[in-house]
């Protein structure tokens, strides 16, 4: 082997320890910054969506924020399928919370604790000051590691044992540590500072922190046996003592500090996790949750789920028709009177209590999705045009929903204008990630359609794209 040749093997490996210790950083970073009527996969990302669980995260997130000077910047709530406690932001404009969040957090003040601190990432503008602090990190790592490459290789001329091939490998090795631990400081940093822009934000709102103490005292309390003897130094979040410490001196002097969850509110998230845990748990699960016995509303509306989702449509419908007695303006109560009529396979008789819900919900787009789902499935051709109409308008607000352009396509079937069906199906395909069947069906579509219309544009879009095909 030439001098060359060692010198170059020794740069080769710098250059993938300094590769595989940045994603290894980052991938801990994007993970730790930080419905149930269906659940969809877009992005990579388990999603569930659900209008009632949407609406809640938009009440709850829209007076933080407005404090934090981000009304204007359309940022969505996204749930992931997902039941361990975790929420984070991967860009800069979702926020992504697991359903585990919303099922283990008790009060409203709790869920928005957690999410006041994800805006204060958001505010902060923390993921692109990580990026910038990463790529500062990669370079001096770099440098440093090929400077040891050197040194290596000068060593591994003298002979293998020699002093300076110790310390070329020394020279490759520490870097890496110092950049780790280095990244990893900049991380806990930024944590903290989100932890003092939430608190900052529940009390420009007039709300408690509490929510947020409780929250991380009890991960603290969860954490204490694995953390005993734990260097601080390479965690990625500060210390769960020394932050709850910190959070403590910050919020217990909030005049806020005391002040309750408004009942109305509190219901409101109750029924949300009944909903959730219906939909998404055992049965055994939510009734061991919510016993027979429990005749609160909550109880009533994971019990009403339940027995549609395991088959019992007749006696489900009853007890969804008494909680619309008891709510007869509920737009959620009609929304699963519908569904469950629909999925139980009487899709005209859910057509009537879904058109209400829409009515009631103020248009919500997941909801119209549903009706049209509806009209689709009675098989008359007479409602194919309303169905056509109720979709586009729920796709145009909601146009990252593959369930929406699948009964699309279902419509223009049914009308027998295949390049609509067509273009349809190759947009759901296109949302799933399956760029293949996408690729092939706006291949088809723009044979059907004239050259430069709409049409044809959108579906050569789709065969243009350049994505990876989904892997098996």
């Known amino acids: 082997m030439t001098k060359e040749e060692m010198t170059r093997r020794p740069l080769t490996s710098a250059r993938r320890r300094v590769s595989k210790l940045i994603t290894l950083v980052t991938a801990c970073a994007l993970a730790s910054t930080s419905i149930p009527v269906h659940a969809q996969q877009s992005s990579g990302l388990p999603m569930l969506r659900d209008s009632e669980t949407e609406q809640l995260l938009r009440d709850y997130t829209r007076p933080i924020l407005n404090a934090a000077g981000l009304q204007k910047h359309n940022i969505q709530m996204v749930i992931i399928n997902d039941k361990s406690f975790n929420a984070f932001v991967a860009d800069g404009r979702r926020i992504f919370v697991n359903y585990g969040a919303i099922m283990q957090s008790i009060t409203p003040n709790q869920l928005i604790g957690v999410l006041a601190h994800e805006t204060g990432h958001l ?10 602090q990463l790529a500062r990190t990669q370079t001096q790592l770099i440098i440093a590691m090929l400077l040891g490459a050197g040194a290596l290789a000068a060593g591994a001329g003298r002979g293998s044992n020699s002093a300076g091939s110790n310390i ?14 280095s990244l990893l400081g900049y991380q806990r940093q930024q944590e903290e500072n989100a932890d003092r822009a939430g608190v900052k934000f529940l009390n420009a709102t007039g709300q408690s922190a509490r929510g947020m103490y409780e929250t991380f005292k009890r991960f ?3 954490s204490l046996f694995a953390a005993h003897g734990a260097d601080p130094y390479v965690q990625s979040h500060p210390m769960p003592a020394d932050r709850v410490a910190a959070l403590a001196e910050l919020v217990k002097t909030s005049p806020n500090w005391d002040k309750k969850d408004d009942p109305a509110l509190q219901m409101r998230h109750d029924m949300v996790r009944a909903k959730i845990s219906a939909f998404m748990e055992r049965d055994d699960t939510v009734y061991r949750r919510y016993p027979r016995s429990d005749t609160s509303l909550p109880a009533r509306y994971a019990h009403a789920i339940s027995t549609y989702l395991h088959g019992d449509l007749r006696s489900a419908i ?74 586009r308008a729920a796709l145009a ?14 419509a223009y079937g049914r009308k027998g204008d295949y390049a609509q069906a067509d273009l ?37 879009d789709i065969v243009s794209a350049k994505l990876p095909d989904k892997k098996d």
């Open 397 to 410: 607000r909601e146009p990252e929903a593959p369930l929406g352009y699948m009964q699309l396509a279902i």
């Open 220 to 222: 603290t309390d969860e």
């Open 123 to 132: 505010a902060g503008g923390h993921l692109s000051k990580f990026r910038e």
């Open 318 to 391: 009853e007890q969804i028709d008494a909680l619309i007695k008891q709510q007869p303006q509920n737009p959620y109560f009609h929304e699963v009177r519908g569904q469950a009529l629909l999925e139980g396979g009487r899709p005209a008789e859910a057509i009537a209590p879904l058109r209400l819900a829409v009515k009631l919900s103020q248009n919500a787009p997941l909801i119209e999705m549903l009706l049209g789902q509806a009209l689709v499935a009675s098989n008359n051709k007479a409602n194919a045009d309303e169905a056509i109409a109720i979709l």
């Open 424 to 460: 349809a199906s190759a947009q759901a395909a296109f949302l799933r990630g399956d760029n293949k069947t996408a690729r092939e069906l706006a291949s088809r579509a723009k044979t059907r359609f004239a050259i430069g219309t709409p049409g044809w544009v959108k579906a050569d």
């Open 168 to 181: 070329g490998a020394a020279a490759i090795s520490a870097p890496q540590e110092i950049a780790r631990r």
